[in-house]
């Protein structure tokens, strides 16, 4: 999971996470954050903005590929999603089934070119394509093969001295790579959800995600698994969801 905000609303999606989903959890933090009380590994990732974000994305599916390499699937989140059900195991275990390499919302095509990324990989992009960045699951063998031709390493240490990707006028570099690099490498991308012209579309009752405009108490559906931006730990919805959490540990 990717932070740069406080230890509350942090501790509160950890918490989520770890009650639905798993207790493998890592945390990358810019590194101009500090007084982060988090139980889990934190990691003190690069000083980003939003147009370096892709460094500590990168930062930490190698550092989450490397400390569970028999994981079959690595999820990333930032601090403003909300698990509120295990529902997406079994939508992982469907998506295997449909060679699906990577898992999230907002599919499209896309025209931002990948110069940077072809001169990684030594092969030439064809076609684009960008996912919303705030949560993806990675399968297995998406990150073995990016782990092979040592990507991670390779754009890290292409970008050590540089701000921004030249050329680049997207919001987020991650957004366009991954997605980009499963459809080259002829594997399937699985789109749960969609906003699009101010309305749901796909399966939003189950995966609420979306990057504007910040969720309202009408997107809290009985069903959902998976919710996003809700960026304040007060919010009603985190507040309702923090409840549930909470009875359903005292049962146990």
Not at 120 to 144: P, S, T, V, W
Not at 197 to 222: A, C, Q, V
Request: glycine share 4%; net charge negative; with cysteine.
């Amino acid at each position: 999971m990717n932070t740069n905000k406080e230890s509350d609303i942090t501790n509160d999606t950890i918490d989520s996470i770890d009650q639905f989903i798993t207790n493998n959890i890592i945390v990358i933090t810019d590194a101009k954050t500090e007084n982060l009380n988090i139980e889990y590994p934190l990691i003190k990732g690069f000083s980003v903005n939003q147009k370096t974000l892709y460094k500590n994305v990168a930062l930490g599916l190698d550092t989450l590929y490397k400390l569970y390499p028999d994981s079959e699937w690595y999820g990333y989140m930032e601090y403003d999603c909300l698990v509120t059900s295990n529902h997406i195991l079994s939508t992982l275990d469907k998506a295997k089934e449909s060679d699906v390499w990577l898992l999230g919302c907002d599919g499209r095509v896309d025209f931002e070119p990948l110069p940077l990324i072809e001169e990684i990989i030594g092969e030439k992009i064809l076609h684009r394509y960008k996912m919303l960045g705030c949560c993806l699951f990675f399968h297995h063998d998406f990150l073995q093969k990016l782990n092979e031709i040592n990507f991670f390493t390779k754009l890290l240490e292409k970008t050590s001295i540089v701000e921004e990707i030249v050329g680049f006028k997207g919001y987020d570099f991650s957004e366009h790579v991954y997605p980009s690099l499963v459809r080259h490498y002829k594997k399937q991308l699985g789109v749960l959800s969609y906003w699009f012209e101010n309305s749901w579309h796909g399966n939003y009752r189950r995966y609420p995600m979306r990057f504007r405009p910040y969720l309202t108490e009408d997107d809290d559906f009985p069903e959902a698994c998976i919710l996003h931006p809700i960026k304040e730990f007060n919010h009603p919805i985190r507040k309702k969801r923090r409840a549930e959490r909470c009875l359903k540990n005292q049962k146990y």
